[in-house]
Nanobody, 117 residues
Framework: QVQLVESGGGLVQPGGSLRLSCAAS????????VRWYRQAPGKQRALVAA???????NYSDSVKGRFTISRDNAKNTAYLQMNSLKPEDTAVYYC???????????WGQGTQVTVSS
């Protein structure tokens, strides 16, 4: 049902910032749980941050204090604000959304984030 389109990735220097967007099409976004994952080359996909329909958030220890997940239900969009970026943050970042009632879910197409001098 829902489809997710990501944007905002790119190349930044260490210490820089990026804001990723995840735009949802279809109905029901207000009720979705949204998560951001990342996958570095040769590594397994790992959870970065999550946000509930009520705005409660959770972060992995590696990004706590640097990244912020948010959502704008009026725009059917979730965001990941990434500050103080480090080379180890380099990865493909994926948005994920799930309906906790129906258990339906969708993945974004992925967006590349590269942190390098």
């Amino acid at each position: 049902q829902v489809q997710l389109v990501e944007s905002g990735g790119g190349l930044v220097q260490p210490g820089g910032s990026l804001r990723l967007s995840c735009a949802a099409s279809g109905s029901g976004f207000n009720n979705y749980i949204v998560r951001w994952y990342r996958q570095a080359p040769g590594k397994q996909r790992a959870l970065v941050a999550a946000i509930t329909s009520g705005g409660r958030t959770n972060y992995s220890d590696s990004v706590k204090g640097r990244f912020t997940i948010s959502r704008d239900n009026a725009k059917n969009t979730a965001y990941l604000q990434m500050n103080s970026l480090k080379p180890e943050d380099t990865a493909v970042y994926y948005c994920f959304a799930a309906d906790p009632v129906s258990s339906s879910y969708a993945w974004g197409q992925g967006t590349q984030v590269t942190v390098s001098s």
